[in-house]
């Protein structure tokens, strides 16, 4: 099945610096890469996705790149603001379209 | 009121008892998943289900059923608790196909088993 393994587990930036999050995956079959925030006490939600026909997507101050070839993807924060402090989590669909999870990061962004 | 909610949102048991955790949802998905989260170990899937009559383990299932009451309702049940059972539990909803892929999470439960 697949597997998905995410770096860095932690990530500490400065405000206004740019912060970026690096998942790998194992099955080829894998066609869309979904990335979660989880804000303290809440749920996980969707703040960008790519499909695999496309190599980079971009929405405001975060951006996901895609390299089937190499099977990674990335999530790049520019401008980072204290509200950006959150769990991370990148996934990506199996064959039946469940989505695997990677471990999360955690970042913290310091004033 | 939330697309996904869970009831209860904390829990406090004891070790030997049957739990039940309860998801209901608003987004009129067919597709339901329990989650368990642990610290340094993401999001690990427990059971599945694509409709109502449909249920599937997923990774971690051992010690856990479900029940798929109707297209809204989806349970947890830890038939006899133990403390490594101790983890934040979260249900997800998703529809299929392109452009509908999106999973939408409950609030979490809570669930501490002593």
């Known amino acids: 099945g697949e597997n998905v393994e995410q770096h860095p587990s932690t990530l500490s930036v400065q405000e206004g610096d740019s912060a970026v999050i690096k998942c790998t995956y194992s099955?080829?079959?894998?066609?869309?890469f979904p990335w979660y925030k989880q804000e303290l006490g809440k749920g996980p939600q969707l703040i960008i996705d790519?499909?695999?026909?496309?190599g980079e997507k971009k929405d405001q101050r975060i951006a996901v790149t895609l390299n089937k070839t190499a099977k990674h993807f990335s999530l790049h924060i520019t401008e980072t603001q204290p509200e950006d402090s959150a769990v991370y989590f990148c996934a990506a669909t199996d064959s039946w379209g469940k989505l695997q999870f990677g471990a999360g990061t955690q970042v913290v962004v310091t004033p | 009121d939330a697309d996904v909610t869970q009831t209860p949102r904390n829990r406090i048991t004891k070790t030997g008892k049957r739990i039940m955790l309860e998801c209901s949802q608003t987004k009129g998905h067919d597709r339901m998943y329990w989650y368990r989260q642990d610290p340094g170990l993401g999001l690990r899937l427990i059971y599945y289900s694509f409709d109502v009559k449909d249920i599937n383990k997923g990774e971690i299932s051992d010690g856990y059923s479900v029940s798929r009451q109707a297209q809204a309702k989806f349970s947890l049940s830890l038939e006899s608790a133990i403390p490594n059972q101790t983890a934040l539990y979260f249900c997800?909803?998703?529809?299929?196909?392109?452009?509908?892929?999106?999973?939408?999470f409950g609030q979490g439960t809570r669930l501490t088993v002593v």
């Open positions: 790519i499909r695999s026909n496309v």
């Open positions: 099955d080829s079959a894998s066609n869309y």
């Open positions: 997800a909803t998703s529809g299929h196909g392109q452009g509908n892929t999106e999973a939408f």
